[in-house]
Nanobody, 125 residues
Framework: QVQLVESGGRLVQAGGSLRLSCAAS????????MGWFRQAPGKEREFVAA????????YYADSVKGRFTISRDNTKNTVYLQMNSLKPGDTAVYYC??????????????????WGQGTQVTVSS
């Protein structure tokens, strides 16, 4: 069992930056693929970014490529999402997720086994 707790969300102006953190419990964190998703009001949950267990491979949605960076520190059981050049369209609840299997479609929410409670990011224009 893995518990995930996100933090770092807040109100920020367009063009600003935020770093989200997701702290995981459990001794097997380093074996999980980790992902970030977001959900805006009235919209489906959408993929943002994912990172392999070692951190050697990263994946991004086209909408955030070049602006967001996912990283992880397995010694701290934490995954991060650095968000730069934020836009009002980035406003959403951001969730981190963990997948036990090493062979998944990282952009598909149903592939993940554990989810955090989410953290609100609001970007004002």
């Amino acid at each position: 069992q893995v518990q995930l707790v996100e933090s770092g969300g807040r109100l920020v102006q367009a063009g600003g930056s935020l770093r989200l953190s997701c702290a995981a419990s459990g001794r097997t964190f380093s074996s999980y693929i980790m992902g970030w998703f977001r959900q805006a009001p009235g919209k489906e949950r959408e993929f943002v970014a994912a990172i392999s267990w070692s951190g050697g491979r990263t994946y991004y949605a086209d909408s955030v490529k070049g602006r967001f960076t996912i990283s992880r520190d397995n010694t701290k059981n934490t995954v991060y999402l650095q968000m730069n050049s934020l836009k009002p369209g980035d406003t959403a609840v951001y969730y981190c997720a963990a997948a036990r299997s090493g062979e998944i479609v990282v952009s598909r929410p149903t592939e993940y086994d554990y989810w955090g409670q989410g953290t609100q990011v609001t970007v004002s224009s």
